[in-house]
T-cell receptor
Framework: GAVVSQHPSRVICKSGTSVKIECRSL??????MFWYRQFPKQSLMLMAT?????????EQGVEKDKFLINHASLTLSTLTVTSAHPEDSSFYIC????????????FGDGTRLSIL | DAKTTQPNSMESNEEEPVHLPCNHS???????IHWYRQLPSQGPEYVIH???SNVNNRMASLAIAEDRKSSTLILHRATLRDAAVYYC?????????????FGQGTILTVHP
């Protein structure tokens, strides 16, 4: 079945560091990818919609300069958490939408980000 | 987005059927009903989706009420691997179009 690979699976770093998370669709092309954040014991919250070849669309309250999204190809979107602080510690999950349509969205296994 | 109401939690015994309900009374006529599940420390996994007719796949069955204001996900024989949070999500425009808005979902516990 369709697979979305997310890397890294876990990151621990110091406050002030910028962290890049990759989301790849392995066997299908995705013009649209979505980035979610999930805090402990809470549901997934959509952060932004990543569109191949154009600017990402951010949800209300999500700082675009803080969470940089690049979707340079049909199989790769990246999320960079710039100057991360402890409050940015969370579980970040991406999903990808097959260009062919009429397919379910496929999710990566998430990235656990811990900022010390 | 259509609002959904799901039980916070449900329990089942292994190899018994499980019926997970979802109310979505404000669903629009073109919204599909999607079900995803999330195992601990993993991303969500697609389970099933439908529009008006009942649907079956290898994972589950989806029973949709005639007025489309509610639906029920049916796991025919629960296994320990089915223990997860189940999300019912109305989604506009077909299976993959539109953003998915996750509610709190139902935590399913399966007892051996």
């Amino acid at each position: 079945g369709a697979v979305v690979s997310q890397h890294p699976s876990r990151v621990i770093c110091k406050s002030g560091t910028s962290v890049k998370i990759e989301c790849r669709s392995l066997d299908f092309q995705a013009t649209t990818m979505f980035w979610y954040r999930q805090f402990p014991k809470q549901s997934l919250m959509l952060m932004a919609t990543s569109n191949e070849g154009s600017k990402a669309t951010y949800e209300q309250g999500v700082e675009k300069d803080k969470f940089l999204i690049n979707h340079a190809s049909l199989t790769l979107s990246t999320l960079t958490v710039t100057s991360a602080h402890p409050e940015d510690s969370s579980f970040y999950i991406c999903s990808a939408r097959d260009v062919r349509g009429n397919q379910p969205q496929h999710f990566g296994d998430g990235t656990r980000l811990s900022i010390l | 987005d259509a609002k959904t109401t799901q039980p916070n939690s449900m329990e089942s015994n292994e190899e018994e059927p499980v019926h997970l309900p979802c109310n979505h009374s404000t669903i629009s006529g073109t919204d599909y009903i999607h079900w995803y599940r999330q195992l601990p420390s993993q991303g969500p996994e697609y389970v099933i989706h439908g529009l008006t007719s009942n649907v079956n796949n290898r994972m589950a069955s989806l029973a949709i009420a005639e007025d489309r204001k509610s639906s029920t996900l049916i796991l025919h024989r629960a296994t320990l691997r089915d223990a997860a949070v189940y999300y019912c999500i109305p989604n506009a425009g077909g299976t993959s179009y539109g953003k998915l808005t996750f509610g709190q979902g139902t935590i399913l516990t399966v007892h051996p």
